[in-house]
Nanobody, 115 residues
Framework: QVQFVESGGGLVQPGGSLRLSCAAS????????MRWYRQAPGKEREVVAG????????TYADSVKGRFTISRDNDKRSIWLQMNDLKPEDTAVYYC????????WGQGTQVTVSE
């Protein structure tokens, strides 16, 4: 079955960095464009970054451009999100999923940016 396992979150001070990981299974990963999403308390889930199946097309939300970098490795069935210069407004639970997205979601990984 489809499964997403996110990891790498934590508590970090403003200006700090984190690298999130996502391992996916249960579908043909190499053909699937992927996205990182996040959901802050009291807010709707939003798209943070996306990457095409080959990695040749990458998009970012305006709020994270220049600070976040998405990448993938089809052999490892994984995507990553390098997050630099983190801000308090980046605090959220981060999820990975296909561009669609699929109906199945992982548990996410909590990112908290605070002094």
């Amino acid at each position: 079955q489809v499964q997403f396992v996110e990891s790498g979150g934590g508590l970090v001070q403003p200006g700090g960095s984190l690298r999130l990981s996502c391992a996916a299974s249960g579908f043909i990963f190499s053909t699937a464009p992927m996205r990182w999403y996040r959901q802050a308390p009291g807010k709707e889930r939003e798209v943070v970054a996306g990457i095409s199946n080959s990695g040749g097309v990458i998009t970012y939300a305006d709020s994270v451009k220049g600070r976040f970098t998405i990448s993938r490795d089809n052999d490892k069935r994984s995507i990553w999100l390098q997050m630099n210069d983190l801000k308090p407004e980046d605090t959220a639970v981060y999820y990975c999923n296909t561009w669609g997205p699929l109906n199945t979601w992982g548990q996410g990984t909590q990112v908290t940016v605070s002094e």
